[in-house]
């Protein structure tokens, strides 16, 4: 499966401030995932967008996908401190028989500043 | 809301040792995985399994490595021999079935080889 590329590596804001991070891809893909990571935790699953998608809501969360420039983009709105992570897409090749093998790049560290 | 477990949380163990890491998944769930992250860097994909074998493996999953679903709950993650260099915090994830693509990480099993 291919690696998803973040971008920007890092990324401080103020609370309350949206916070927009990118991903990049090589190959087509069946659907794309983003992650989160707190320090040295467990990655937690945030949302999926399928290759037939554009856009899609989860709380405060906001994906987009533009399978033409093969990219996504994660928009947090109104962020918190507790939104202090790093962030990483995962997406999956399309037509693979990888079982689901998620392959993570460096991520964006986003930090909130209370 | 159910979630993957993993026992112990912290590991030490002498170089040359054997070590068994254990997991929980998500008991309806039909895919597992191993994930480890060295200290500072990004979370990598060991092995995937399915149908009581693995389905892939990385280049890390050496010999030294193993995998087995004793019982149909637990999961587990041997390393024969271990070296300095599996020190890192190691992730089992769980996935419900094939088109459904999120996984669902545990909390992590830092390991420590001295």
């Known amino acids: 499966s291919q690696q998803g590329e973040e971008d920007p590596q890092a990324l401080s804001i103020q609370e309350g401030e949206n916070a927009t991070m990118n991903c990049s891809y090589k190959t087509s893909i069946n659907n794309l995932q983003w992650y989160r990571q707190n320090s040295g935790r467990g ?52 037509g693979g028989t990888s079982y689901g093998k998620l392959t993570f790049g460096q991520g964006t560290i986003l930090t909130v500043h209370p | 809301e159910p979630e993957v477990t993993q026992t112990p949380s912290h590991q030490v163990t002498q170089m040359g040792q054997e070590v068994i890491l254990r997991c929980v998944p998500i008991s309806n769930h039909l895919y597992f995985y191993w994930y480890r992250q060295i200290l500072g860097q990004k979370v990598e994909f060991l092995v995937s399994f399915y149908n009581n074998e693995i389905s892939e493996k990385s280049e890390i999953f050496d010999d030294q490595f193993s995998v087995e679903r004793p019982d149909g709950s637990n999961f587990t993650l041997k390393i024969r021999s271990t070296k300095l260099e599996d020190s890192a915090m190691y992730f089992c994830a769980s996935r419900s079935w094939v088109s459904s693509y999120e996984q669902y990480f545990g909390p992590g099993t830092r390991l420590t080889v001295t």
Request: hydrophobic share 35%.
């Open chain 1, 43 to 94: 990655l937690v699953h945030l949302i999926l967008i399928r290759s037939n998608e554009r856009e899609k809501h989860s709380g405060r969360l906001r994906v987009t996908l533009d399978t033409s420039k093969k990219s996504s983009s994660l928009l947090i709105t109104a962020s918190r401190a507790a939104d202090t992570a790093s962030y990483f897409c995962a997406p999956e090749d399309a």
